[in-house]
């Protein structure tokens, strides 16, 4: 599966910005799909996911209660829906998918990645 991440852009505290990730190739449903979170000089972090029904979503505790991803399979599409956003949310954001139904959170459980998209939040 190949992805593609756009979306992101400058913005101020407290405003609200929605991210996709766009995924071509056969049975984008046979993956769970997950957002990391990176910074100059850090690792690499999860940020949510969404198995690949849909039916089970994950976050990560910094984003829980304003961000939201969803998937649309028949677009091949997820989203991240980012509320309230804080200067500590900027950074570059990466799309990436693993095969199986379950949500993992570990950067090395995904074979495949977007190019990511750069999301700054300014004060």
């Known amino acids: 599966v190949q992805l593609q991440a756009f979306g992101g852009g400058s913005i101020q505290t407290g405003d609200s910005l929605r991210i996709s990730c766009a995924g071509s190739g056969p049975a984008f449903t046979d993956y769970a799909m997950s957002w990391f979170r990176q910074v100059p000089g850090k690792d690499r972090d999860f940020v949510a996911g969404?198995?690949?029904?849909?039916?089970?979503?994950g976050y990560a505790d910094s984003v829980y209660g304003r961000f939201i991803i969803s998937r649309g399979n028949a677009k091949n599409t997820v989203y991240l829906q980012m509320n309230s956003l804080k200067p500590e949310d900027t950074g570059i954001y990466y799309c990436?998918?693993?095969?199986?139904?379950?949500?993992?959170?570990?950067?090395?459980?995904?074979?495949?990645w977007g190019q990511g998209t750069l999301v700054t939040v300014s004060s």
């Open positions: 969404v198995s690949w029904s849909g039916s089970t979503i």
């Open positions: 990436a998918a693993t095969r199986g139904p379950r949500i993992k959170r570990q950067r090395s459980d995904y074979p495949y």
